[in-house]
Nanobody, 121 residues
């Protein structure tokens, strides 16, 4: 079973920064795309940013220029550097990974438990 564990959430003032980390463990042949999603109060879960195994990225318009996603393939980890945080960034942030257990297997999905990010003065 593949497990994703997030860390780095917390309370930060507007304009501040946080770095979220997510570590994947278990039987993994390869991880294709890793990403971060979030769910704010009264909202549905939405994509924040994602990164392919080759390093290609895309992100939500609301975080462009402020958030940066990166990964360490050797460690099966993904990071989200969040700068210039705004109150509307307040949400539970979830790590996601699309992976294969075997080279011939289909792509599967794994989700982390979520980490709370609160932006408030």
């Amino acid at each position: 079973q593949v497990q994703l564990v997030e860390s780095g959430g917390g309370l930060v003032q507007p304009g501040g920064s946080l770095r979220l980390s997510c570590a994947a463990s278990g039987t993994i042949f390869s991880i294709n795309t890793m990403g971060w999603y979030r769910q704010g109060p009264g909202k549905q879960r939405e994509l924040v940013a994602r990164i392919s195994s080759g390093g290609s990225t895309d992100s939500a318009d609301s975080v462009k220029g402020r958030f940066t996603i990166s990964r360490d393939n050797a460690k099966n980890m993904v990071y989200l550097n969040m700068n210039s945080l705004k109150p509307e960034d307040t949400a539970v942030y979830y790590c996601h990974a699309a992976y294969k257990r075997r080279s011939f297997s289909t792509t599967q999905d794994a989700w982390g438990q979520g980490t709370q990010v609160t932006v408030s003065s």
